[in-house]
């Protein structure tokens, strides 16, 4: 698991900053969320409207993650077809015409300043939108658990649309995961191939034992008070360990290979050790 602001003490003004923004503010992080539908202009169709307003109230309201903000093209054009009703609260739906549809997205397009249409919310071919999630900053695991349990309700409730998850913090989130699941692979393959190759090399029992508690004894301990004290492995914590666990057999095997030349020059085992 793993939660950039909390590589940094309270006071600090990156993590005060983040603090800042969860109390006072939307939250510090960001979901974008593509919403594809069936084919080139399928954005301009009643049902794909109607879903991309379903999955941004269920965002909104029941989704899990206390989103703060969800910002929606099927938001737009409610507004509209309210607006072009004189504000009647009854015409805050999307409305029953595909045409209707397309005339607002064009009518909002045409009517707001250059910079501000909604170019940057649908692909060129229209066949997909994108919803923005503000939410609040949580570790990777609570993150990734939050995406698939969003996909799985899309999957379940949604016909004509399919998701998919993307920005800079699905990014992190992956990476974070995905890193902390191929370090951690990594270093068990490591300790499982080093280990035998040593007690070849050196062919003693002794020796064997020694490399054990030298090289993995360190990392148990470690990583046992870790567990004790709540500290999750992470990408940070499981580079140092490879790094600590690459250390450890560099100087065991100069320390051995030292050894046992002594002793073959016929040097007494503590004098040896010591060299």
Known sequence: DSNPSLYFQEGYWFRDSINFMEQRGSGAAVYEIVVRGQGAESVKTVEYMQELDRLSTYLAQEAPGDF???????????????????????????PASGNAISQYLLLYSLSVPVGQDINDRINVDNSASRITVVRPLVSTRASRDNMDRISA??????????????????????????????????????????????????????????????????????????????????????????????????????????????RRQGEAPAQASVH
């Open 153 to 262: 309700w899309a999957t379940e409730n949604l016909k004509h649309v399919s998701l998919e998850f993307t920005g800079r913090d699905v990014l992190y989130t992956n990476m974070g995961n995905n890193l902390t699941s191929s370090l951690l692979a990594s270093l068990g393959f490591d300790v499982l191939v080093i280990i035998p190759v040593l007690l070849l090399m050196f062919r003693s029992t002794t020796a064997g034992i020694v490399v054990v508690f030298c090289n993995v004894g360190p990392l148990i301990i470690v990583l046992g008070l870790m567990g004790w004290a709540g500290i999750m492995l992470d990408v940070g914590t499981l580079m140092v360990a490879a790094l600590g666990l690459g250390i450890a057999v560099d100087d065991t095997v100069h320390l051995l290979a030292h050894y046992f030349r002594r």
């Open 68 to 94: 703060r903000h969800v910002y929606s093209l099927s938001t737009i054009v409610r507004n509209i077809n309210r607006s072009m009703h004189g504000d009647d609260p009854a015409y805050h739906v999307i």
